[in-house]
Nanobody, 115 residues
Framework: QVQLVESGGGLVQAGGSLRLSCAAS????????MAWYRQAPGKERELVAR???????IYADSVKGRFTIYRDNAKNTVYLQMNSLKPEDTAVYYC?????????WGQGTQVTVSS
């Protein structure tokens, strides 16, 4: 069964970088759409970036030009490279896997950006 394990979160100063990783198991990973969402306290969970099995990617306007989503199918892992981080990026980041109409979530990893 599908499991997602995120890593790479932490505390960073504004302008710094982090790379989040999400390792998937229990799926035919290369066929899956992968995404990163984030949720700040008191806010709705929002889509940050998504990449399809064909490596077509989309980004939230707030992160375009700063974040990059990419995948390594050999490692069953999706990454989110986060550059030029801003305090507004502070949130819990969740990995998401889409398999047909089924969706799966990781536990989340905290990203905190200090000013």
């Amino acid at each position: 069964q599908v499991q997602l394990v995120e890593s790479g979160g932490g505390l960073v100063q504004a302008g710094g970088s982090l790379r989040l990783s999400c390792a998937a198991s229990g799926s035919i990973f290369s066929r899956n759409t992968m995404a990163w969402y984030r949720q700040a306290p008191g806010k709705e969970r929002e889509l940050v970036a998504r990449i399809t099995s064909g490596t077509i990617s989309i980004y939230a306007d707030s992160v375009k030009g700063r974040f990059t989503i990419y995948r390594d199918n050999a490692k069953n892992t999706v990454y989110l490279q986060m550059n030029s981080l801003k305090p507004e990026d502070t949130a819990v980041y969740y990995c998401n896997l889409g398999q047909g109409f089924n969706i799966y979530w990781g536990q989340g990893t905290q990203v905190t950006v200090s000013s």
